[in-house]
């Protein structure tokens, strides 16, 4: 006898309300929305730099609306529909309201907040119209930024408003602050947008339906990861959807996606199938190989370094908003720095910086970082950032240019020493320091430090200095970037000496 169990389908999903953050998950890929509806804990959740970057996009936010003085903020929260409706209800009718930031709307099963909707002139008999902008921290305007005021305009209008028209105000890159009050019209850029948008908005009640209808099967549609799972944004289940793959899965081959989408549509599933004859980047080609490789010339190029080499690396902040003078929203302001230096006899010193209060860093971190660096030997740093930074420093601090220029002229480059006379399978087709490490020198890592990454150090200094007021949650942080850049340095130190080996197992060091 057969079991009912078995005949029974699986209960089919209650499709809940849809959210503008969700309909554009959506257009990402439909299985994302799937997931992010019905099983939502499959995510990975954010990381800290990310957080960081959430964290600064809601200043920004609440900043944008002095912009619109006696503007009204909707108080109700996210998951206070009701109240929020009826909030925007309100203040619409009232029109000595001259914005409403946060309104909520509710149409064709879509609940979208707006961040500001302003009041504008009606035609002849109409009381007002409105203008609706959303607010962005990026710089300029993106495609899924279209789609966003596309959704958002589609539900306002269903909701029975008369929008005139559609913006994005996003930051304004080119604003120099100097002292005194941010200049709000100056940091803000405001692009209208009211054309491109309605062409988006053609499609939305047809793209909703299709959502809704994927929404109710009962499994989630059989999409494969690929290039579309990083853009517009990172897609948060990743590592659910790519659990099961090979660990040389084709897409974990590093360079052009487009090569790897072709190979893989081609039926290539790893790394080690990839034909015979394909072309390959120099760097897709170790990865190919899979085997260890030292360049004949290793030992020569490491040779070049001057003692005492210093072992350079800067931590840097980005402001959205400005905080001092002639500097620009999202320069980077270098505000730490880390320098082991090696004598030729092998001994090895640690001098540091970091700077703890509000005030502008770039004049005492460069005098301190000039005593530090002399006059002599190399500069080893990881990148070619290091550079760009003193570079700036150079432009703005015309009492040290001369000094700064000279530091330039010593700087000595590991990464693309490491790129182009040594391979390890465990690289992975990564030169990044955080990949390289390990593989080198797998005694020394980052996993015992509270911060492990730059992204993380950032927002972390941001928190010390702009946010946090306990001491000793001031202190726990200082000590936890001290050692995350120190590590950094250190890092550079092991891996000049790692390399040094591998070249003198080579004979190629005498
Ligand atoms: S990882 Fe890719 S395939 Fe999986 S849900 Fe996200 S976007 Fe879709």
């Not at 800290?48 to 609440?62: D, I, K, R, S």
């Not at 979208?112 to 959303?134: H, K």
């Not at 590592?239 to 052009?256: E, F, M, N, V």
């Not at 070049?304 to 350079?312: E, F, G, I, K, S």
Request: one cysteine or more.
């Amino acid at each position: 006898m057969t079991e009912l169990n078995d005949l029974s389908p699986a209960p089919l999903p209650k499709v809940p309300r849809l959210s503008k953050s969700k309909f554009l998950s959506g257009l990402q890929c439909h299985k994302r929305l799937y997931l992010d509806v019905h099983h939502p804990f499959l995510a990975t959740k954010p990381d800290a730099a990310t957080q960081a970057m959430f964290e600064m996009g809601t200043e920004v936010g609440e900043l944008a609306r002095s912009r619109f003085p006696g503007g009204v903020l909707v108080t109700a929260g996210y998951r206070q529909t009701e109240a929020a409706l009826t909030q925007t209800a309100n203040l619409i009718q009232d029109l000595t309201v001259p914005a409403i930031f946060e309104a909520a709307f509710l149409h064709g099963g879509v609940l979208i907040r707006a961040d500001i909707l302003e009041r504008v002139p009606g035609a002849e008999g109409q009381p007002c119209a409105w203008r609706l902008i959303e607010v962005k921290s990026s710089t300029k305007v993106k495609d899924v930024h279209l789609e966003d005021l596309a959704v958002q305009s589609e539900v306002i209008l269903g909701a029975g408003l008369t929008l005139v028209s559609v913006g994005l105000m996003h930051i304004n890159t080119g604003y120099l602050y100097r002292d005194g009050a941010i200049d709000l019209t100056e940091l803000f850029a405001i692009q209208d947008l009211s054309e491109a948008v309605a062409q988006r908005r053609a499609s939305v009640p047809e793209r909703l339906a299709a959502m809704t209808r994927m929404l109710l099967q009962p499994q989630a549609p059989a999409i494969e990861p690929d290039r579309h799972c990083h853009t517009p944004y990172d897609c948060p289940f990743w590592d659910h959807c790519t659990k099961d793959k090979p660990a040389r899965w084709i897409h974990y081959l590093p360079g052009s996606k487009q090569v790897v989408s072709l190979l893989a549509q081609q039926g290539v599933t790893t790394i080690d199938e990839i034909p015979a004859g394909t072309k390959l980047s120099p760097v897709q080609h170790r990865v190919k190989e899979n085997v260890e490789w030292v360049s004949a010339k290793l030992g020569t190029v490491l040779k070049a370094v001057q003692y005492p080499v210093h072992h350079l690396d800067f931590e840097t902040v980005m402001l959205a908003v400005p905080r001092f003078s002639e500097t620009r929203p999202y320069q980077a302001l270098p505000v730490q720095w880390s320098n082991h230096i090696e004598q030729a006899t092998g001994e090895l010193r640690h001098e540091e910086f970091l700077h703890k209060d509000v005030s502008d860093p770039r004049k005492v971190l460069a005098e301190s970082l000039l005593v530090s660096l002399g006059d002599r030997g190399s500069i080893c740093v990881y990148s070619p950032y290091e550079k760009s930074v003193i570079e700036q420093l150079a432009v703005v601090l015309p009492s040290l240019r001369t000094a700064l220029q000279a530091l330039v002229k010593r700087i000595w480059d590991l990464h693309p020493i490491v790129r182009d006379h040594y391979y390890h399978p465990h690289f992975d087709g990564s030169y990044s320091l955080k990949e390289v490490l390990p593989a080198l020198v797998p005694s020394l890592g980052y996993a015992d430090l509270a911060i492990k990454e730059g992204g993380h150090a950032a927002s972390q200094y941001y928190r010390m200095v702009f946010v946090e007021t306990d001491w000793v949650e001031r202190a726990t942080i200082e000590e936890a970037l001290l050692r995350y850049c120190e590590r950094d340095t250190l890092a550079m130190v092991e891996l000049r000496r790692a390399l040094k080996e591998k070249a003198q197992m080579r004979g190629e060091m005498g």
